[in-house]
C-alpha cells in the first residue's frame, strides 16, 4: 500500500512540475506575439488639429515621419507675430500604451512656450521637462485592442508601428 501512495504522489509532483513549465512555455510565447498597429501621419494630424482647432495661437500644423524622426511643422502665433516652426520628435520609450518622445531638433531654437502650446493636449498628451508623452488610446485601432502593452515600436514605410501585445 506503501508504494502505491508513493507511485501515486511522485506522478502528482510530475505533474506540477510539468504544468509550470507548460505555463511557462505558454507565457513566454503570448509575451512574443502581438499585433502590430499603424499609426499614420495622418491620425497623428488629425490628433493635433483638434488641439489648433481649441488653440487660436497654432495656425498651421503638419505632420510627417522620416527614418528615425517624427517632423512635425507649421506656423503659430504670439502676440501678433507669426513663427514657423519645425519639430524632430525620436520615441524614446514605452509604457504601457504611453510612447514617450524627445525633442531631438527645433527650428526656430528650442523655443519651450511653443512646445507647450502644440504638446498640451490633456488628456492624451503632455509635455514636461523636454518629454512629451502621448496615450494612444486616443486612436481607435488601439483602443478596439482590449488587454496588453506596447512591447515594441519602430518608424517604418511612413508609419509609427506600435506592437501591443501581452
Known amino acids: 500500500m506503501k508504494k502505491v501512495f508513493q507511485k501515486a504522489s ?3 509532483n510530475d505533474l506540477k ?3 509550470e513549465v507548460i505555463l511557462a512555455n505558454a507565457k513566454e510565447k503570448l509575451s512574443e506575439k502581438g499585433i502590430s498597429i499603424p499609426i499614420t501621419s495622418e491620425m497623428l494630424l488629425w490628433f493635433l488639429k483638434k488641439k489648433a482647432s481649441q488653440e487660436k495661437m497654432i ?9 528615425d524622426f517624427i ?3 507649421g506656423k503659430v502665433q504670439k502676440l501678433l507675430l507669426k513663427f514657423d516652426f519645425e519639430i524632430d520628435l ?6 504601457k500604451r504611453v510612447l514617450y518622445f524627445g525633442v531631438a531638433g527645433m527650428k526656430p531654437l528650442n523655443q519651450g512656450w511653443i512646445k ?3 504638446f498640451s493636449i490633456p488628456p492624451g498628451m503632455s509635455y514636461k521637462e523636454g518629454i512629451i508623452s502621448f ?5 481607435d485601432k488601439v483602443r478596439a485592442i482590449p488587454v496588453g502593452n506596447i512591447q515594441s515600436f519602430e518608424i517604418k514605410n511612413q508609419k509609427l508601428w506600435v506592437k501591443i501585445g501581452l
Open 17 to 19: 512540475e510539468n504544468k
Open 59 to 67: 495656425k498651421k500644423i503638419d505632420v510627417n515621419f522620416n527614418e
Open 71 to 73: 517632423k512635425l511643422s
Open 10 to 12: 511522485q506522478q502528482l
Open 135 to 139: 496615450d494612444l488610446n486616443q486612436f
Open 90 to 95: 525620436k520615441p524614446l520609450r514605452a509604457e
Open 116 to 118: 507647450r502650446i502644440i
